[in-house]
């Protein structure tokens, strides 16, 4: 390239790593899964929290991107952490009657008889049962 073109590719390589990269937790919100993907493969903590507190795995349930509660939960993500109000992300999702983030939790090895998350378990702050998943709802 001519010598224009050789300043101008050295500016643009600066410039973009002068730009702010999208976060985990911005990637989820705006259903960005290579963004997810990349931050995870970078080592980014799939636990991360968001500004109110709540892990990333309860923020892709939320937003019903079941792609990017695989990929949390394949990078590692703990669905027994605490959310803000001490509970779960997985009693939280059960909570909220998202069925279908639930079963993928529970089916990457998320434990259905949690007591609370390991902020509450043994904490002898709040009652185990408390916490359990009511039994099911049985039709006659």
Do not use: K, Y
Not at 20 to 34: M, Y
Not at 94 to 114: F, K, N, T
């Amino acid at each position: 390239p001519d010598f224009a073109g050789r300043v101008f590719a050295s500016i643009s390589g600066q410039v973009g790593e002068m730009l702010p990269r999208t976060n985990l937790i911005d990637a989820i919100a705006n259903g960005d899964l290579p963004t997810v993907r990349a931050r995870l493969a970078e080592g980014v903590d799939p636990n991360s929290l968001d500004s109110e507190g709540n892990p990333a795995l309860l923020r892709a349930a939320r937003s019903g991107n079941l792609a990017a509660v695989s990929l949390l939960l394949q990078a590692g993500a703990d669905p027994t952490l605490p959310t803000q109000d001490g509970r779960s992300v997985l009693h939280r999702i059960a909570a909220e009657g998202r069925g279908q983030a639930l079963q993928r939790m529970i089916d990457a090895g998320a434990p259905v008889d949690l007591a609370g998350g390991p902020a509450l378990r043994n904490s002898g702050d709040v009652p185990s049962d408390r916490w359990r998943l009511p039994p099911p709802i049985r039709m006659s």
